[in-house]
């Protein structure tokens, strides 16, 4: 007799901004071990914000060593999974878009440089734009350039250092180079091109040639696939992961957590609650906004208008170590402080501000503050910021005609009340928050369950998330949180000049150019006259 299929096993992993999460879910959805690896970045100077790939890497080793190795060949398996289960397909994701420039055999020429919150190429956005044209840009890859692309800081390597760039051959960013070191395969997802800008057109789904010889002359750019198409299959065999097993694509960590609570819908938006706060909202169609980053989806034929704040949860962290409390005595104390904080307000700009202000200057600015304040009335008001903060970008979503129907909760902040609760109040808008919020290592197995579901092996992946509980708004704490959104509003373009100053002061100078830099992009502006709109 033929024996019965063995049960199928996914493994995803991904790669965050202060650590590596990795699970191993069954063929329900049901997450059978989970793991993480904690990191930290490295901030070399400011506005500058690394971190080595090896680290990326290692930790996929060492989760998918602890959540598979009894399930190698002769293992003794734990009792925690089926005894006949094997691992079909593996899910990588990460936080993007990063610039990790390789040799042609895929080794590091420098540290990743990470995504938005790394604001060093401000220079050579001015650049790009005044060779390729702001309104040109915008319109042909759906967002203006800002710290969010990719583009410049390939420039800014370009310009800065002139021995790393003579050995640059390819990109990464942190999902596709464990792909490639999984299964040797150059391979980016469209999601993370579209936030490449300016190389990538998303009404083609192509990289634009001319403007990549610009920017990235002599850059080999990888092939384009959809996140959830197979990259290969891995060449050798990993603790209990199989050699020959599928590996996806795999995205950016902010679309691989919307597919694991299935926020992929016409009219739904995505909150992320992590280290950094993100929006994604999908969309009928392609949006244009000068402030918000419009990009193709997860899913061939979806298109997203998105946003990032550049802190929330990093302030939460600052103040539990400054503060030296724990975050259940630091939540039940700005739970007691009550809507308003005291009479304290907060910009949570720590680290420059991403959208809808797009100022890598703008400062943090606590107003209101008197010797009375405790630590739980700062707490409120971080949390009270934050929340301004979504408020004023889904305004901006709105704006550029993003139609907002639904709301999905994700990540970490989910997993207490208040900050949720807060959010809530202060936009108005009920928060869907889904049966598993674990993040974008669940929606990167998902993306895995895709290559076994269409075999016919898996059930069906949109039942594996349903939701937990809806928050609803306060109306009763409405009419403060109103005022006091006025007045956040109002805080920033009064202090902004007073915050600029003092970013100055604590900048340090830029590394300096090479001899051999090249020519700025502005002086090549003739070689594109006539290129496409």
């Known amino acids: 007799m033929p024996?019965?299929?063995?049960?199928?096993?996914?493994?995803?992993?991904?790669?965050?901004?202060?650590?590596?999460?990795?699970?191993?879910?069954?063929?329900?959805?049901?997450?059978?071990?989970?793991?993480?690896?904690?990191?930290?970045?490295?901030?070399?100077?400011?506005?500058?914000?690394e971190m080595d790939a090896a680290v990326w890497w290692d930790e996929l080793v060492a989760i998918v060593t602890e959540l598979t190795s009894d399930l190698a060949p002769g293992a003794v398996r734990g009792s925690d999974v089926p005894a006949d289960l094997v691992v079909?397909?593996?899910?990588?994701?990460?936080?993007g878009p990063c610039v990790l420039l390789t040799d042609e055999v895929g080794t590091p020429?420098?540290?990743?440089?990470?995504?938005?919150?790394?604001?060093?190429?401000?220079?050579?956005?001015?650049?790009?734009?005044?060779?390729?044209?702001?309104?040109?840009?915008?319109?042909?890859c759906g967002s203006a350039l800002s710290s969010q692309a990719a583009g410049p800081k390939i420039a800014w390597v370009r310009e800065h250092e002139a021995e790393a760039w003579s050995r640059a051959r390819r990109l990464f960013m942190p999902a596709s180079y464990l792909a490639f070191r999984l299964t040797g395969a150059y391979v980016l997802d469209h999601h993370s091109a579209s936030q490449s800008t300016p190389l990538y057109d998303p009404r083609t789904h192509e990289w634009i040639d001319d403007w990549a010889d610009l920017v990235a002359p002599g850059l080999e750019?990888?092939?384009?696939?959809?996140?959830?198409?197979?990259?290969?299959?891995?060449?050798?065999?990993?603790?209990?992961?199989?050699?020959?097993?599928?590996?996806?694509?795999?995205?950016?960590?902010?679309?691989?957590?919307?597919?694991?609570?299935?926020?992929?819908?016409?009219g739904d938006l995505m909150l992320m609650y992590g280290t950094t706060l993100f929006l994604v909202a999908t969309v009928a169609e392609p949006l244009r906004s000068e402030t918000m980053w419009g990009t193709v989806g997860a899913y061939p034929g979806t298109h997203n208008l998105a946003g990032g704040m550049a802190t929330s949860g990093a302030i939460t962290s600052w103040l539990r170590d400054l503060t030296g409390a724990g975050y259940p005595e630091l939540l039940t104390e700005a739970a007691a402080s009550g809507p308003g904080?005291?009479?304290?307000?907060m910009l949570p700009y720590l680290a420059g501000e991403r959208t809808p202000v797009q100022d890598p200057?703008?400062?943090?600015?606590?107003?209101?503050?008197?010797?009375?304040?405790?630590?739980?009335?700062?707490?409120?008001?971080?949390?009270?910021?934050?929340?301004?903060?979504v408020r004023h970008n889904v305004e901006t979503l709105r704006d550029a005609g993003a139609d907002i129907s639904r709301v999905v909760a994700v990540g970490g902040g989910t997993q207490g009340d208040?900050?949720?609760?807060?959010?809530?109040?202060?936009?108005?808008?009920?928060?869907?928050?889904?049966?598993?919020?674990?993040?974008?290592s669940y929606g990167a197995a998902m993306l895995a369950a895709g290559l076994v579901h269409e075999q016919g092996r898996l059930l069906d992946v949109a039942a594996w998330n349903p939701p937990a509980r809806v928050v609803?708004?306060?109306?009763?704490?409405?009419?403060?949180?109103?005022?006091?959104?006025?007045?956040?509003?109002?805080?920033?373009?009064?202090?902004r000049d007073v915050v600029h100053a003092l970013a100055r002061r604590t900048a340090r100078p830029a590394a300096p150019a090479s001899a051999e830099r090249p020519a700025t992009l502005s002086t090549d502006r003739a070689t594109l006259e006539g290129a496409p709109a």
């Open 3 to 49: 024996r019965p299929p063995a049960t199928p096993g996914l493994v995803g992993v991904d790669v965050g901004t202060s650590s590596t999460k990795g699970v191993l879910v069954g063929p329900d959805g049901a997450i059978l071990r989970s793991t993480t690896r904690a990191h930290t970045v490295d901030r070399p100077a400011p506005g500058h914000v």
């Open 221 to 266: 750019l990888p092939a384009l696939r959809w996140p959830g198409e197979a990259a290969g299959v891995t060449r050798e065999p990993l603790a209990g992961v199989p050699a020959g097993t599928p590996v996806v694509t795999g995205t950016i960590d902010a679309w691989s957590e919307a597919v694991s609570v299935d926020a992929t819908h016409v």
């Open 472 to 495: 609803e708004p306060d109306p009763a704490t409405r009419p403060a949180y109103d005022e006091l959104y006025r007045l956040y509003r109002d805080l920033y373009p009064a202090t």
């Open 88 to 95: 079909a397909a593996v899910g990588v994701s990460g936080m």
């Open 418 to 440: 208040l900050w949720t609760q807060v959010v809530s109040d202060v936009t108005g808008l009920p928060q869907v928050v889904p049966t598993r919020t674990i993040g974008a």
């Open 361 to 389: 200057d703008a400062r943090g600015v606590v107003a209101g503050l008197t010797v009375s304040h405790t630590r739980g009335d700062l707490y409120r008001a971080a949390l009270e910021a934050t929340a301004f903060g």
């Open 109 to 140: 020429v420098r540290p990743a440089i990470l995504y938005g919150v790394d604001t060093r190429a401000t220079r050579q956005i001015a650049e790009i734009d005044a060779a390729l044209g702001r309104a040109t840009v915008l319109e042909r």
């Open 341 to 345: 904080a005291r009479g304290l307000l």
